[in-house]
């Protein structure tokens, strides 16, 4: 079956970095684009990014573009978020997601459990 | 940005009720909207895509509808399981959008 498991989330102080990772199974994860999604606590749900087969599509959100990149190891099926210069306002559960094929970059089949980031001083 | 307008943001509904949520669009977005359902501590869960496609596995209770800039999200008979909050999303362009939701709660 499908699992997406994310990690590296926890506390960071604002202006620092964190990478949080997540692991595919149970699908052939270079066939599927994948994004992060986030939701602030107690909030709604915000895009933040997606990635295409490869390295060679990309998309960010305007609130994180620049500060955020996305990348994909194929070979070890896995996703990635780096997150610098990272502020309050990134603090969030932080979910891993895959693309539903055959349909609109971003239509999201299966979800990871999320991770919690928060930026706190 | 394209942004979702849903209304309402939150409803007190009974079992076996009809349900409708509203989602409005800024601007015409086809009919790539898309619904998810999230219940507290988890992740969303796809309804419906392209407006109106179910996705595999959802009961049949849920249907999408619309096109352009308004679309609705119908329940037709509230179940127990249904409690949750549902929100819109448009994949017509990026940025990528999300309505601000609609909590289902039960009267």
């Known amino acids: 079956q499908v699992q997406l498991v994310e990690s590296g989330g926890g506390l960071v102080k604002p202006g620092g970095s964190l990478r949080l990772s997540c692991a595919a199974s149970g699908f052939t994860f270079s066939d599927y684009y994948m994004s992060w999604i986030r939701q602030a606590p107690g909030k709604g749900l915000e895009w933040v990014s997606c990635i295409g087969y490869s390295r060679s599509y990309t998309n960010y959100a305007d609130s994180v573009k620049g500060r955020f990149t996305i990348s994909r190891d194929n070979a070890k099926n896995s996703l990635y978020l780096q997150m610098n210069s990272l502020k309050a306002e990134d603090t969030a559960v932080y979910y891993c997601?895959?693309?539903?094929?055959?349909?609109?970059?971003?239509?999201?089949?299966?979800w990871g459990q999320g991770i919690l980031v928060t930026v706190s001083s | 940005d394209i942004q979702l307008t849903q209304s309402p943001s939150f409803l007190s509904a009974s079992v076996g009720d009809r349900v409708t949520i509203t989602c409005r669009a800024s601007q015409d977005i086809s009919s790539y909207l898309v619904w998810y359902q999230q219940k507290p501590g988890k992740a969303p869960k796809l309804l419906i895509y392209t407006a109106s496609t179910l996705q595999s596995g959802v009961p049949s209770r849920f249907r999408g509808s619309g096109s352009g800039t308004e679309f609705t999200l119908t329940i037709s008979s509230l179940q127990p399981e249904d409690f949750a909050t549902y929100y819109c999303?448009?994949?017509?362009?990026?940025?990528?959008?999300f309505g601000q939701g609609t909590k289902v709660a039960f009267k």
């Open positions: 997601a895959r693309d539903l094929q055959a349909a609109a970059v971003g239509t999201v089949d299966y």
């Open positions: 999303q448009q994949v017509n362009s990026f940025p990528l959008t």
